[in-house]
């Protein structure tokens, strides 16, 4: 026989934003592992060799962060999935105006002048 739908009220529905609690704000994590030259594409990396840089800290990626414009806070106490020793993460605020990809090659690039 035919389901039965439950009747939802339109007050309801309209009541129910997905995302509501993040919207107008938006968060990129970036992950160490993201711009380590020692872990290859399988492994997290997500920059090219030649702009990745071995072994970066969360402290240095949150002063490019800082460099390229935006507010960076830094989580130490999470890991990478993909990792087993805890070197925390660092979540880019109101990134909305560039992606990810772009992102990451502006902070790998102040990288590279931190470390020079």
């Known amino acids: 026989m035919g389901r039965r739908i439950a009747h939802v009220s339109p007050a309801i529905i309209k009541a129910y934003k997905p995302g509501a609690a993040t919207s107008g704000m938006v968060e990129n994590v970036i992950w160490p592992a993201f ?12 920059v090219s060799l030649d702009q990745a840089i071995p072994d970066p800290t ?18 130490r ?7 087993y020793e ?9 990134a909305d105006d560039a992606t990810k990809s772009d992102l990451l090659g502006a902070v790998a690039a102040y990288l590279q002048a931190i470390r020079a």
């Open 77 to 83: 106490d999470k890991t990478y999935p993909r990792e």
């Open 58 to 75: 969360v402290d240095e990626i949150a002063t490019a962060v800082q460099q390229v414009g935006y507010d960076a806070v830094i989580e």
């Open 35 to 46: 711009l380590d030259a020692d872990r290859s594409r399988n492994e997290g990396r997500r």
């Open 86 to 94: 805890q070197r925390g993460r660092v979540l880019v605020k109101n």
